[in-house]
């Protein structure tokens, strides 16, 4: 098959650059001084635990600029508050092309049903980063998790998961992929307070404080509204071995990429001073749900708050005193 990712970041970037390493035929869709940068050095740089190499990958600034074969795949890796638009960029692509959306937030896939036939969900379990175009930096090895929307299996999943275990990552099969992409939700919900605090390090007991109420409002949200978020394969910590991980600190190791320094998303973009925040589409999920259901969500909403601050202010990451948030939290 031929892999095309689309909104190559980090992790798309990642996994392409893994897949096009592995012998695929990919190309990576992205930004301008991202697809510059890739011919200008012909190939990506990939640094990983074992170093840093140049992989040859092709690159495009727009999907109309290539050829979509029958055998090609699409990976929608773009933040989810694009996947709207993107559709414009598709737009001309036959309805029965394969689209992946291995993205944040619980919508993705549904806006791309509206137009492709085949649509499939997937779950990112590595941190990626990317402050330079040209180039992306992560483990080298990480964990895929995919699956037919809204769930059953198929043998294409089986053809994808035979691909991507050429790769250093591994991969999995998910008969329902929402409710795994609801559990990744529940670990978005706490993996941006590291990247807001200051001196994250020397306030891990407040951060625990606030990560654990977040969670233990997100599950009481999903549990009010019905929603079921589980590891299908029973990889992944449930809810409540997530909630219990706080009492030995498991839980905030987020973004330790095993002595290889990594930030993850919302860090890279309160750095890159985007005011557009993926956030708002997981934290902001879980306070609209709470809304409906009459379950309170106040540190949810005083994460989202001070978020939004840094962003609109150009604070950067790590620039809010923890004890704003629980304060506003707890009024």
């Not at 299996?153 to 992409?181: A, G, R, W, Y």
Request: charged share 20%; with cysteine; aromatic share 6%.
């Amino acid at each position: 098959m031929r892999y095309i990712i689309q909104g190559a970041g980090a992790i798309g970037s990642a996994i392409g650059g893994s897949l096009a390493k592995a012998g695929f035929d990919v190309t990576l869709i992205s930004r301008k001084p991202h697809v510059e940068a890739i011919k200008r050095q012909n190939g990506i740089f990939l640094h990983t635990l074992k170093g840093t190499e140049l992989q040859p990958v092709r690159a495009a600034e727009r999907i109309a600029e290539i050829e979509i074969s029958h055998d090609s795949v699409i990976f929608q890796t773009m933040k989810a508050h694009d996947t709207e638009a993107s559709l414009k960029d598709l737009s001309k692509i036959n309805r029965n092309t394969p689209i992946v959306c291995f993205q944040n937030g619980v919508e993705n896939e549904a806006i791309i049903s509206r137009v492709f036939k085949r649509v499939y969900g997937g779950v990112v379990r590595f941190t990626g980063t990317m402050m330079n175009p040209g180039e992306t930096r992560f483990a080298g090895t990480g964990k895929l998790i995919l699956g037919p929307y809204p769930d059953g299996m198929d043998t294409f999943t089986e053809h994808m998961v035979e691909d991507i275990s050429n790769t250093p990552f591994t991969v999995l099969k998910s008969t329902n992929i929402l409710q795994d992409k609801w559990l990744k939700l529940l670990v978005n919900l706490i993996s941006c307070i590291k990247p807001m605090v200051k001196n994250p390090s020397r306030n891990m007991e407040k951060r625990i404080e606030i990560c654990r109420h977040a969670l233990a409002e997100g599950i009481a949200v999903l549990a009010k509204a019905g929603i079921t978020a589980a590891s299908t394969n029973g990889t992944e910590d449930s809810p409540e071995k997530m909630m219990s991980n706080f009492d030995n600190a498991l839980a905030l190791a987020e973004g330790v990429g095993q002595g290889m320094e990594l930030q993850n998303s919302t860090w890279q973009t309160l750095a890159k001073h985007r005011k557009m925040l993926e956030n708002d589409l997981y934290t902001g999920t879980i306070i609209t749900l709470g809304e409906k259901h009459g379950v309170p969500t106040p540190y949810n909403k005083a994460i989202l708050f001070y978020l939004h601050d840094i962003a609109n202010r150009e604070l950067g990451p790590e620039s809010i005193a923890v004890d704003d948030i629980l304060n506003m939290a707890k009024k």
